[in-house]
């Protein structure tokens, strides 16, 4: 009775516990200049490595040349990317405000076409993964504030 337990114990502890994926959030808000950009970003992680990141960055002005040129230059900013496999982007204007998400599933990612693209992406991997203390420095380094 009690070896049957164990192995019941041990089976749930491999499948929920030890090594299971979970999410952290890092956030920012900017009010300035009539402009507010509300940036969110989500963290899959499992141990100490990211494993996907999906982010919402918002900005909202009554000014639509300000959002057109803010939308060319994010575009022109992941134009490069367009081609690689597990990193996924859109940016639209709705309204009075300018959607731009990212969804970058680093566990899946081919880093030498990622890293070709811009070589300082090359900071960001260890052995072939990003490490989650890395992510975390760098979205705190513009300002946000990150919760496990």
Do not use: W
């Not at 491999?14 to 940036?39: A, F």
């Not at 992680?45 to 009554?62: F, G, H, I």
């Amino acid at each position: 009775m009690k070896k049957g337990l164990l192995l019941v114990i041990l089976g749930l502890f491999m499948l929920t516990g030890c090594g299971s994926v979970k999410t952290m959030e890092c956030t920012r808000t900017v009010e300035q200049n009539n402009i507010s950009m509300d940036l969110h970003y989500e963290i899959e992680y499992k141990n100490s490595y990211a494993q996907r990141v999906k982010s919402t960055e918002k900005v909202t002005t009554d000014s639509q040349d300000i959002l057109n040129t803010y939308k060319k230059s994010i575009e022109d900013m992941y134009a490069p990317y367009k081609d690689i496999e597990h990193y996924d982007y859109n940016v639209s204007i709705e309204g009075n405000t300018l959607i731009s998400t990212a969804d970058i599933n680093y566990a899946e990612i081919d880093v030498e076409k990622f890293t070709k693209v811009d070589s300082a992406n090359s900071q960001l991997f260890e052995n072939g993964k990003v490490k989650l203390d890395t992510l975390i420095a760098t979205y705190e380094s513009l300002g946000a504030t990150c919760k496990k």
